[in-house]
């Protein structure tokens, strides 16, 4: 059963990538430079995270979530609602939850190590969404662990979500400019690729906020939401924007000077 879920995810992944890019070649809204050198460099980081989260994902998060099963440990168990509910709060928790670990992967500073290679980048598209440091993905599967334990969540809810934050996370850093009118309305409830553009900014006032994945509701539950100027948006990345290729560089970035 969780195999099978696994594989879902991974096929569900290639099947948004794929679509993301053919919509970015026919809609895209920034004319990204270097667009197969991206999808090299990405695509190599996202292949060698994999594989070795692989291992973590077989010996960590699989044990975990089959134990809780067993022992119905955490809070959702507990609470005897019908599935339905008992889905819908654990997805809602769960989108809460990363709320916090990306507003605190960008507050303290042994986090934002890790997690400032994701910002490196000057430009963004869908291949940004493959961009992240090996570190913040086996930190981020620990706190997984504790979060499957804590909140007693079902292996199909944890499975659903995690599709639907890969799916949000390409859709929210693709090169698809929604109408502005669009864009408004929906941003009040999902991520937009404008809405994410915010956070991908130079600018700190807005960098260091926008942190929702899917739901933009705790952004502006807890006044993290700042909209950036039009010119801020055009200029993307860290103050240091040497260092956006080369594997070595990206890879030691974390062991920087703060
Ligand atoms: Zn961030
Ligand atoms: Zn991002």
């Known amino acids: 059963m969780i195999e099978v879920l696994t594989n879902l995810k ?12 053919m919509l970015e070649n026919y809609f895209s809204q920034r004319n990204t430079k270097s667009k197969m050198k991206r999808l090299f460099f990405h695509g190599t980081i996202a292949v060698v995270n994999t594989l070795i989260m692989r291992v973590f994902v077989i010996f960590l998060l699989i ?8 022992n119905q440990y955490g809070l ?18 769960l989108d ?8 605190i992967s960008h507050t303290w500073d042994f986090l934002w190590r890790f997690h400032g290679m994701h910002h490196l ?30 909140l007693g969540l079902p292996i199909s809810v944890f499975i659903f979500y995690e599709i639907i934050l890969t799916a949000s996370a390409q859709f929210h850093h693709s090169d698809l400019r929604l109408p502005e009118s669009l864009d408004s309305k929906i941003s009040k409830i999902i991520v937009t690729p404008k809405y994410h553009t915010n956070h991908h900014t130079v600018a700190e006032l807005s960098r260091n906020a926008n942190y929702a994945s899917i739901f933009t509701v705790w952004d502006y539950l807890f006044f993290t939401y700042k909209n950036a100027t039009v010119t801020e948006r055009e200029y993307l990345g860290v103050d240091d924007r040497s260092k956006e290729f080369g594997f070595i560089d990206n890879i030691k970035y974390p062991l920087r000077k703060l």
């Open 96 to 103: 809460f939850a990363f709320y916090w670990f990306h507003r």
């Open 121 to 150: 980048d000057t430009q963004m598209d869908v291949t940004t969404s493959l961009r992240f440091h090996i570190g913040e993905l086996l930190i981020s599967a620990f706190f997984k662990a504790v979060l499957i334990i804590t």
């Open 76 to 93: 959702l168990n507990t609470i005897e609602y019908n599935f339905f509910l008992e889905a819908l709060f654990g997805f809602l928790l």
């Open 63 to 70: 044990p975990v979530m089959m134990i809780t099963n067993e």
């Open 10 to 21: 991974l096929i569900f992944f290639i099947v948004f990538f794929v679509v993301f890019m």
